[in-house]
């Protein structure tokens, strides 16, 4: 089973702070990616990673940056914490090259409060 | 740009009973992929499902199916026989041909409540 885990489960910040939030998968997948899920808003894509130091924009990447070093691990960072970033954050993994069908395996999410 | 909408905030069932979630897509392409997901209350996001565009046939997994209308653009859910452990948030989601490296854009979510 593929297994994506994220660091922590719940993470309490101050406005202002650097925040990293890591993620590592086990099943050498290629692609890596960062979602937000708000109440109404469903998942928003943040940033995404193809391959080792690649990385691409998603749909809302204002406030966020990524580092992706070693395949197996992709890290979401908010360089100064805002209220506006409190969110629940997925980070997820998929394989490469099978068309549609491939499913998207998620961790099990790290809800940050920014206060 | 492809758009999934789920207009179900929150739906409720009795036990046994089969449910229907709803989801409508936007696209021009041809070619795409829709998939349905399940969150629990313990936050992972769990795949269920998968119809192809082309796919001939209804896409069933065990208790769950999906209602594939490609005129109507629908893709809605069908969990037959519901149990209380199918009380979750449900995500619709998609993905087409132009779609960078294989992301997924996602529909607002519903909330299926299974009461025994």
């Known amino acids: 089973d593929v297994k994506v885990t994220q660091s922590s489960r719940y993470l309490v910040k101050r406005t202002g702070e650097k925040v990293f939030l890591e993620c590592v998968q086990d099943?050498?997948?290629?692609?890596m990616f960062w979602y937000r899920q708000d109440p109404g808003l469903g998942l928003r894509l943040i940033y995404f990673s193809y391959d080792v130091k690649m990385k691409e924009k998603g749909d809302i990447p204002e406030g966020y940056s990524v580092s992706r070093e070693k395949k197996e691990r992709f890290s979401l960072i908010l360089e100064s914490a805002s209220t506006n970033q409190t969110s629940m954050y997925l980070c997820a993994s998929s394989h490469a090259g099978t068309a549609f069908r491939s499913p998207l395996h998620f961790g099990n999410g790290t809800r940050l409060t920014v206060t | 740009a492809q758009k999934i909408t789920q207009t179900q905030p929150g739906m409720f069932v009795q036990e046994k009973e089969a449910v229907t979630l709803d989801c409508t897509y936007d696209t021009s392409d041809q070619s795409y992929g829709l998939f349905w997901y399940k969150q629990p209350s313990s936050g992972e996001m769990i795949f269920l499902i998968y119809?192809?565009?082309?796919?001939?046939q209804n896409a069933t997994e065990g208790r769950y199916s999906l209602n594939f209308q490609k005129a109507r653009k629908s893709a809605n859910l069908v969990i037959s026989a519901s149990q209380l452990g199918d009380s979750a948030m449900y995500f619709c989601a998609m993905r087409g041909p132009g779609t960078s490296y294989g992301k997924l854009t996602f529909g607002q979510g519903t909330i299926l409540t299974v009461h025994p």
């Open positions: 099943m050498d997948h290629e692609n």
């Open positions: 119809q192809g565009s082309y796919d001939e």
